[in-house]
């Protein structure tokens, strides 16, 4: 799948496409991303991609016209390479749907991949957006300087999706992933830390047993734990997905009861 980014700031995401394990993914070309520097499309000497608002007030907006000479040349890549129909255009904003990991998959596994479009300043011309753009996505309730960072973790998620990129199966084990809950704890050596003061923090005694069915059921617990503690209301989503078991229920209620002592 191809991504093209659209961004006044392509030395941000030179680290990000060459190092850790997802550099299989770009290396690969699994997931193929070309960085399109926005004001190699300005058409003055100062290389202007941004101006003041119509109507007053703070800040810049950027400017309809480098913007669209942009799309037109991703366009005009995109043709060449064969991919005939016209991308998905994503703009990141915090108006946008928040990105999780369903949406995650969801852009994982679209062949065609996106057009992403970090904006900057104040905004967007509306008129590009209005043109242009298909899907809007959201990091979460918060503002943040610019597209960049959004884009870099839609491309992070969407890179460790790939087959090959990590182990078999590791990501089918993550938070929010199959029956949608968060992960449970993981440990390594050494099996005793020595804190400070004297105290040992251990291993949990059945992560050495050895004994598999019980490392499952322990760890399904903790999972729950975790989420009907922090996330409750994804436990109410995986009961209506049926994705909890008797066992599940019977552990939620002791954790319930738990909590009313």
Known sequence: MRFDVLTL???????HLTVGIN??????????????????????????VDDRPYGGGPGMVMLAEPLERALA?????????????????????????????AEVRRWADAPGGAVLLCGRYEGIDQRVLDRHVTDELSLGDFVL?????????LLDAVARLQPGVLTADS?????????GLLDCPHYSRPE????????????????????????????????????????PALIVAARAAGCLDAADERFLAALQREAQL
Do not use: K
């Open 145 to 153: 300087s610019g597209g960049e960072l959004p884009a870099l973790a």
């Open 171 to 179: 990501h089918e084990q993550d938070s929010f992933s199959g029956d």
């Open 73 to 101: 040349a991703v366009q005009a890549a995109r043709a060449a390479a064969a991919l005939s129909e016209a991308p998905r255009v994503i703009h990141f904003t915090p108006t946008g749907r928040v990105l999780d990991q």
């Open 192 to 231: 005793q830390l020595i804190d400070a003061d004297g105290a040992v923090r251990a291993v949990p005694p059945v992560l050495l047993s050895g004994h598999h069915g019980q490392i499952a059921r322990w760890r399904r617990e903790q999972s729950l734990r975790l989420t009907a503690t922090r996330r």
């Open 9 to 15: 700031f392509p030395e941000l995401f030179t680290a």
């Open 23 to 48: 550099r299989r993914a770009y290396t690969q070309g699994l997931v193929d991303v070309h960085l399109w520097p926005l004001r190699d499309h300005a058409d003055d000497a100062y290389r202007r």
